[in-house]
């Protein structure tokens, strides 16, 4: 009996502790919560933005169809693009050093000390093929209802637009920066193409290696306030990681045959064995790392719902059952707890009363930091021997390094965001998509995915699908961004 009553002590004395320690974190989220302060105030037209030219700038930018494809090593209109850029922006190509990397674009603008390292700022050049029925033409640069509509206007032909009127801007002004400032723009992103990795091997030739690296990926979200007659600024999203990623054939084989008379384990049934696995299964790991823990808490405190900053905002208390959640959620939550492996492609017989002697399917994998790709390569080539399967990479990198958070430049962005934007919240985060910016992770300790354009969430979406546009205003204020930043950058580090 004795033995029995020390169990249930124990027992009540674990439930106690359990029950004081949701307690605390329902209390947590309840005081955390904050609310979206109003952004900075804007005037577009005020004196000294020139806002008519830059619109027309970035419409003449689009205007140039400098679309990736596959297969296609043309870069007629990738040099056309580079023409306009001579054209449009005199400064720079007299003040700045200009070096062609097979159609990707370096210039260096050299500061007043060199010994200093350098910051570099990206945005390629090259788009996507634009399918499908637009408002305005896909190439036309319309200037239309206070926006610029085009292929390009949000991936990322604004951003670079942005960029090269700041640095003219500021050579007309007369201005030297502290340190050398490099423009980098590769010209086939789009296809994941070699112009970044040819312009990182250039650099680290050289021996430069980078303060700050920032490319695409976040932006600053807002809406359009009819009442205010402008758009407000509702948080910056600033990538610190992105996940790794490859795509892998996985291939099976037999003898053939009639469809009349089939027979088991087939290809395709064997195929179909590996996607099931894979989809229902799941067979990767589901953890809270510490890019996931970064971003969630800086995000709980704005979550609306009180479950969600429960849970989110205590991850203190819920890791261990956390990923498990988010995993069924599914979607952005889910895969940033876990690497994602989705199939995309598949190849058979070229009848529909055949079966094949070899079928394949297609996936393309994304890998988080605790089961990076040799791993992930790993784990599926022990379900794939099972079946009888093969794999081949077809193309893949691993996931990079994440982003210095602790250092000069990551606190110097956010500054620089707070004085363009206002207080907004800045929440930094796991980029699922890829960028060129991984390759700089080689010469660079804080590389980060950011562009200062303000957009709504359906201007976001627009890159790659129909209707792809800016706000006259997000371009602007991009503008005084980049031109504020280069203009101050280190001077408060001295």
């Known amino acids: 009996m004795e033995a029995l009553a020390v169990v249930l002590y124990i027992i009540g004395g674990i439930a106690a502790l359990l029950a004081v320690l949701v307690l605390v974190a329902a209390i947590r989220a309840v005081v955390m919560k904050k609310d979206f302060a109003d952004d900075k ?92 029925k637009w408002k305005y033409d896909a190439f036309s640069g319309e200037i239309a209802e206070k926006k610029i509509w085009g292929r390009g206007t949000v991936d990322t032909k604004g951003a670079l637009c942005a960029i090269l009127e700041s640095v003219e801007e500021l050579i007309k002004e007369g201005f030297t920066p502290l340190c050398d400032v490099y423009v980098a723009s590769s010209n086939n992103e789009e296809i994941t193409g070699d112009g970044a990795v040819k312009t990182v091997e250039y650099l680290y030739e050289k021996g430069i290696h980078f303060d700050l ?16 007659g402008r758009m407000v600024a509702h948080n910056a999203m600033i990538g610190i990681l992105e996940k790794g990623r490859a795509n892998i054939k996985f291939t099976a084989k037999s003898r053939g045959g009639h469809a009349s008379v089939p027979f088991n384990n087939n290809p395709f049934s064997r195929l179909s064995k590996l996607m099931y696995i894979i989809d229902h299964k799941n067979p990767f790991k589901k953890r809270i790392t510490k890019p996931a ?54 190849e058979g017989s070229k009848g529909a009363n055949v079966i094949p002697e070899t079928a394949s399917v297609t996936a393309n994998c994304r890998f988080m930091v605790h089961e990076p790709l040799p791993q992930s390569y790993k784990k599926l080539g022990k379900i794939c021997d099972k079946l009888g ?74 890159a790659h699908a129909v209707n792809e546009n800016i706000n006259v205003e997000s371009l602007e204020r991009a503008i005084i961004f980049y031109h504020d930043f280069i203009k101050n950058y280190g001077l408060d580090a001295v």
């Not at 370096?106 to 500061?111: A, E, H, P």
């Not at 405190?301 to 208390?317: D, S």
Request: charged share 20%; net charge positive; aromatic share 10%.
């Open 213 to 228: 690296v920032m490319d695409e990926g976040g932006s600053v979200m807002a809406y359009e306030d009819s009442a205010k």
């Open 293 to 346: 823990r970064v971003q969630y808490k800086a995000m709980a405190p704005y979550m609306h719902h009180f479950k969600h900053r429960f849970l989110y905002g205590n991850l203190w208390l819920f890791a261990p059952i956390a990923p498990y959640i988010m995993h069924r959620i599914g979607g952005p939550a889910g895969a940033v707890v876990k690497t994602t492996c989705v199939f995309t492609m598949a």
């Open 41 to 132: 105030p804007f005037d577009t037209y005020k004196d000294g933005i020139d806002t008519d030219t830059h619109a027309a700038h970035l419409s003449e930018i689009i205007k140039v169809p400098t679309v990736s494809i596959r297969g296609n090593t043309d870069k007629t209109q990738i040099y056309r693009f580079h023409d306009l850029l001579e054209k449009l922006y005199p400064n720079i190509h007299r003040v700045c050093e200009r070096t062609d990397i097979d159609g990707a674009l370096l210039f260096r603008w050299k500061g007043k000390d060199s010994s200093r390292n350098p910051i570099c700022l990206m945005s390629h050049q090259d788009v996507v093929p634009a399918d499908g």
């Open 389 to 462: 399967i093969t794999m081949e990479m077809l193309t893949g990198f691993d996931i990079a390094p994440m982003a210095n958070m602790n250092c000069y430049a990551y606190k110097y962005v956010k500054k620089r965001i707070k004085e363009t934007f206002g207080d907004i919240p800045q929440i930094p985060y796991v980029m699922l998509a890829g960028t060129d910016s991984r390759h700089y992770t080689k010469i660079c300790d804080c590389v980060l995915r950011f562009v200062p354009l303000m957009m709504t969430g359906h201007q976001l979406n627009s």
